[in-house]
Structures are given as structure tokens and as C-alpha cells.
């Protein structure tokens, strides 16, 4: 996990994850548990095979969620923060039909 300031003109290219939010288990981060939703957990999950992803954002990570002070600057820029990623990746679930996209994401990512 690597801090960026959202303001910083050398923010790098990162792409953006949208999920939902649902029961929570834990991943690891820079050595850290961290509790984050299953739905959030098997999106990183798949996108682990993806070396090529680059930086990803995700609220719950990214987002200090016991700190109300933080959540309340970062939850009003939240549109700020989706359209300035280089792309968007919607997770709809570990449902196989779903996978696909990652092999498309994977396809288009070479392209880049």
C-alpha cells in the first residue's frame, strides 16, 4: 500500500474498484489485518492474478473508516476520485459469469 494525496499533481495512474458492501472478512496490507467486505475480498482476490493492474483504489482501504473527520472530506470527492482514476473496474460478484471481464481487463491492460 503506497499514500498518495489526491490533490498531488504527481498522483499516479491508478484505477478505481466499485463494489458493494456486505459481511467482513480480513486482507492484508503492507503486513496489517484489515476487515473489508467479502465482495471487496474476492475482487482483490481475482485482481491479484493481475500483475498488471498497477495501483488500485478502494474505499474501504484508502478511506480511514474509523475516522469520521477523514470520511467526511473523502465521501464528498468521491466523484473526483472515480473520474480521475485511468479506469474504473466494477466488481459484480464472484459469480463465474462475471470473471470474463477480468480476462477482458487483462486483454485491454496490454493495449495501454
Same mark, same amino acid.
Given at each position: 500500500m503506497e499514500i498518495f494525496l489526491i490533490a498531488?499533481?504527481?498522483? #499516479?495512474? @491508478?484505477?478505481?474498484?466499485? @463494489?458493494?458492501? =456486505?459481511? #467482513? #472478512?480480513?486482507?492484508f496490507c503492507n503486513g496489517y489485518a484489515m476487515v473489508?467486505?467479502?465482495n471487496l475480498h474476492d475482487a482483490l482476490y481475482?485482481?491479484? =492474478? @493481475?500483475? =498488471? !493492474?498497477?495501483h488500485i483504489w478502494c474505499d474501504a482501504?484508502?478511506?480511514n473508516q474509523a475516522d469520521s473527520k $477523514?470520511?467526511? !472530506?473523502?465521501? #464528498?470527492i468521491m466523484g473526483d476520485i472515480f473520474s480521475s482514476a485511468t479506469t474504473v473496474i !466494477?466488481?459484480?460478484g464472484n459469480d463465474t459469469k462475471y470473471l470474463k471481464d477480468? $480476462?477482458?481487463?487483462? =486483454?485491454a491492460n496490454s493495449l495501454m
Open positions: 498531488d499533481s504527481a498522483l #499516479p495512474n @491508478y484505477r478505481a474498484l466499485s @463494489y458493494t458492501w =456486505d459481511s #467482513p #472478512p480480513m486482507v473489508v467486505t467479502s481475482q485482481l491479484a =492474478d @493481475y500483475t =498488471d !493492474v498497477g482501504l484508502c478511506i $477523514e470520511k467526511s !472530506v473523502c465521501i #464528498p !466494477v466488481w459484480l477480468f $480476462e477482458w481487463l487483462h =486483454d
